[in-house]
């Protein structure tokens, strides 16, 4: 009996490639999640450069507050999937077009937060700006107070006092005026950013609803597998039935092959020992 099996090592091919398929969605499970990683140390800078430069960027409060309340709560989003145990030791892929799009996401936030940091102006040194106008504007006053009132030395020019003032007001008004400006700028910077946030969060929860798919589909991979391994292992017990049948039955025609033998050299003798009684009588 040959012990070639077609059906058994068609299972086995198959088996093999059930195999390889799990290894290469494990192998790309941890490159993405190296790149996950990746991310929420961006995100955790992106997060501190915020922090760190508030104080001088001229914008709403609350608006900056926002953005770093949503940089966090992207990075636990980010650590929440980066711990999950499914994610961790079983889902295998995650489309590569996706996690690319997340990074250019995050590239592009950086890049917003560096032209809001570049273009800061300091809320102190406008402040002191500002007071040194004021206080000129402020002694001018008190020279033209105290000519009035003749408690003053002479004035030999008020017109000049009165231009001083009038530029220092003006230079306090286009000074406020470019801070609105600038100001409305950076507001339209944070909107933006506030925006693509939103859209990173909504990309990331969509990934996730993707590593359950991917994580079914492992799932019935491993299925097949073992009912793969079950169908070989239930081939290997039929094909030992059979040789075992086989060799009972070989060994049974054995048997009767000798005792036939035996039998007909008994009767062989049986008809010798006749026939010679029939001589003798």
Request: overall charge neutral; proline content about 1%.
């Amino acid at each position: 009996m040959s012990t070639f099996d077609p059906a058994y090592s068609q299972l086995l091919d198959t088996n093999q490639e059930l195999r390889s398929e799990l290894q290469n969605e494990i192998s790309n499970n941890k490159s993405n999640e190296k790149k996950i990683c990746f991310l929420v140390k961006e995100l955790e800078q992106c997060y501190q450069t915020i922090s760190l430069q508030d104080n001088t960027i001229i914008a709403h409060e609350k608006e900056v507050e926002k953005l770093k309340s949503e940089i966090s709560d992207l990075r636990k989003q980010l650590r929440i999937l980066q711990q999950d145990k499914k994610f961790k030791d079983e889902v295998g892929s995650i489309q590569d077009g996706r996690i690319i799009e997340l990074e250019n996401k995050v590239e592009r936030l950086k890049a917003r937060i560096r032209i809001l940091i570049d273009k800061k102006i300091s809320i102190n040194a406008l402040d002191m700006a500002t007071a040194d106008l004021i206080g000129n504007i402020n002694r001018g006053l008190d020279r033209i107070e105290n000519h009035i009132k003749g408690a003053g030395t002479l004035l030999p020019n008020p017109i000049n006092i009165l231009d001083g003032i009038r530029g220092s007001l003006n230079t306090i008004q286009v000074t406020l005026q470019n801070a609105t400006t600038e100001r409305d700028q950076y507001q339209n910077i944070l909107n933006e950013t506030n925006e693509r946030e939103q859209v990173l969060i909504q990309q990331l929860r969509d990934m996730r609803n993707e590593n359950l798919r991917f994580q079914q589909l492992l799932d019935e991979f491993r299925a097949q597998a073992e009912r793969t391994v079950r169908e070989r292992d239930n081939a290997q017990g039929e094909r030992d039935l059979a040789m075992l049948a086989y060799n009972n039955e070989r060994q049974e025609s054995r048997r009767w092959m000798f005792s036939y033998r035996d039998k007909d050299r008994r009767v062989q003798g049986l008809l010798r020992e006749k026939f010679a009684k029939q001589l003798l009588y």
